[in-house]
Structure formats: C-alpha cells, structure tokens
T-cell receptor, first 114, second 116 residues
Framework: GENVEQHPSTLSVQEGDSAVIKCTYSDSASNYFPWYKQELGKGPQLIIDIRSNVGEKKDQRIAVTLNKTAKHFSLHITETQPEDSAVYFCAASMRKAAGNKLTFGGGTRVLVKP | GAVVSQHPSWVICKSGTSVKIECRSLDFQATTMFWYRQFPKQSLMLMATSNEGSKATYEQGVEKDKFLINHASLTLSTLTVTSAHPEDSSFYIC????????????FGPGTRLTVL
C-alpha cells in the first residue's frame, strides 16, 4: 500500500519568515495530494490540495508543489503569522482505487514565534 | 461550504459500556464517510470506510465487531464503540467525501473518548 513520509516533524520559524514542509510518497499511482491543518483538539481542516496533472498551486500565502517523477510534494507558507501555528498533515490517495482512501504523513508541528 | 459535524464532542464512559458517535454532513450529501482514530501527537489512522446503504470496509487490524459502523443515510454515519475499555480512549474523527468525482474529504471536529 501507499506510504507517506513527512519532514520535518517540528518546525519553528520567526513571524514573517517562510515555512516549508516536504512529503514523499511511495505509490506512483497516487494522484491526489491534500494538505490539512489541525489545531489542538480540533479536526483537520483542508488548506490546499493538488492533483497529479498540476505541478504547482497557490492560494494567497500558501503554495503546494508536486514532483511526480521524484514522488514528492511540498507545502510552502510565506509571511508566516502566529495563527499559522498548528500541526500540518500531508496525504496522498489514488482516485477511485482502494476507495479513495487517504494515507497521511506523520505530521509537522509548526510554531511561529512572534 | 462543506461542513461536517460530530456529536458528542467529548464523552467519558465506564469500562464495558458502549458509546455511539454521530457524524453528519450538514450541507451536502456524502455517499462515503471515513472514520479515523488519532492518538496524542500522532497522525490519523483510518479505521474504516463507510458507504451509504452498504457494509463498512474495515482496515486491517480493526475489529469490526468492536467498532460498529452504520451509514443509514447520505448525511449520517455512526460509529459505536462496543464494550469500551481504557485502551479505546482516543480522538475519533470522521470525514465525508462530497461526491464521487472529487477526492476531497472534509473532516468533522472530532470526538474525544475517555474510558475509565
């Protein structure tokens, strides 16, 4: 089955700096890659996603890049703010295969210091 | 929007009792819902996939007789933890897939279960 590795496990940045989280996946058939933000005691919130026919996607301060050849994708947060502090999860799934199940990375705890 | 709710948000029960958790898609119909379990400072672990009108599909290692899943309508799935024990204490989160075309899953706020 699919395996998703996420790095780093923790990330501390100064407010205003950029944060980058990287994930690799094992199954080349995966074609959908969402990113979720989870605050303490809450459910994950979808912040951005990308499909395998696209190399990059941007939404305001958040961007995701995908390298299908290398089987890795990254989340970029620019101009970080204290409210960006949370745990971020990447995930991968195969459309219509295996029930569209998501396989999650281990998570990255991001702390933005004011 | 795509809003998913869960009820209750937290529950404390005695060992040996059963607990039911509800997951509702509030503004869309969800043919498929998923149930996850999350331990402190860990990632989400898929327990089962719930399809409306059919039996749930459980992940390897998840006891289907212990974690009963019912998806009776397009907006409601329930997870019942039967004969709960302290090791079942965890954060249970559901998600709903909006339609058959997209893969996007929207998550509920989670239910904190504590078994004494």
């Amino acid at each position: 089955g699919e395996n998703v590795e996420q790095h780093p496990s923790t990330l501390s940045v100064q407010e205003g700096d950029s944060a980058v989280i990287k994930c690799t996946y094992s199954d080349s058939a995966s074609n959908y890659f969402p990113w979720y933000k989870q605050e303490l005691g809450k459910g994950p919130q979808l912040i951005i996603d990308i499909r395998s026919n696209v190399g990059e996607k941007k939404d305001q301060r958040i961007a995701v890049t995908l390298n299908k050849t290398a089987k890795h994708f990254s989340l970029h947060i620019t101009e970080t703010q204290p409210e960006d502090s949370a745990v971020y999860f990447c995930a991968a799934s195969m459309r219509k295969a295996a029930g569209n199940k998501l396989t999650f990375g281990g998570g990255t705890r991001v702390l933005v210091k004011p | 929007g795509a809003v998913v709710s869960q009820h209750p948000s937290w529950v404390i029960c005695k060992s040996g009792t059963s607990v039911k958790i509800e997951c509702r898609s509030l503004d869309f119909q969800a043919t498929t819902m998923f149930w996850y379990r999350q331990f402190p400072k860990q990632s989400l672990m898929l327990m089962a996939t719930s399809n409306e009108g059919s039996k749930a599909t459980y992940e390897q290692g998840v006891e289907k007789d212990k974690f009963l899943i019912n998806h009776a309508s397009l907006t409601l799935s329930t997870l019942t933890v039967t004969s709960a024990h302290p090791e079942d204490s965890s954060f249970y989160i559901c998600s709903a897939r909006r339609d058959l075309i997209t893969d996007t899953q929207y998550f509920g706020p989670g239910t904190r279960l504590t078994v004494l």
